[in-house]
Each structure stands twice: as structure tokens, then as C-alpha cells.
């Protein structure tokens, strides 16, 4: 599913106008990346939880030469699936 097929999905189910719903997904997704980026969690009961996490500098191949090469510390997203959520996807 993309965005416009959630905007569609969206208007299906509540009958608000597409371009609201679509203003309402940006905003949603803006203060998501911006909370994760400022290393807060977002905990949405039921459906799961963003978080920043990290990963290490290591050592890895490059797969055409084989040779090794430094791989840079980064950050990272993770989400972990809330219990209604895993739960409605293991009934599916």
C-alpha cells in the first residue's frame, strides 16, 4: 500500500475529504521523524513503537572484489510491532 492508497482507504472509512486526510498523514509522519530524530520514542498503543537505536562501525566486504572496507557508525530507525498489531497480522 502507498500513501494515496492509504489517503483512499482513509476516505473509505471516515468520509473526510482526501486532501485533509492526506495534510493529516504528512503532519503524522513530520512529527514521527522529527521525535525519532531528537532520540525520543513514539508509542502508539496497539500498533508499535518507533525508536532511534545505533549501529556500530565494523568491518565488512565489497562483494565484486572481496576486499574488506570500514563500514561507519550510523543511526538507525527501529519499530517494534505492538501486540495488536502482530496479533491481527498472525490471524490474517
Known amino acids: 500500500m502507498n500513501k494515496q492508497e492509504l489517503v483512499d482507504a482513509a476516505d473509505a472509512s471516515t468520509g473526510n475529504s482526501k486532501a485533509s486526510i492526506a495534510d493529516a498523514i504528512d503532519a503524522i509522519v513530520r512529527a514521527v521523524t522529527s521525535a525519532v530524530a531528537d532520540d525520543e520514542a513514539v508509542q502508539l498503543v496497539g500498533f508499535g513503537t518507533f525508536s532511534a537505536g545505533a549501529r556500530a562501525a565494523r568491518v565488512g566486504r565489497n562483494p565484486a572484489t ?27
Not at 572481496?66 to 490474517?92: C, W
Request: aromatic share 8%; no cysteine.
Open 66 to 92: 572481496g576486499e574488506e572496507m570500514q563500514i561507519a557508525a550510523a543511526r538507525t530507525v527501529k519499530f517494534a510491532a505492538g501486540k495488536a498489531f502482530k496479533d491481527a497480522v498472525n490471524a490474517a
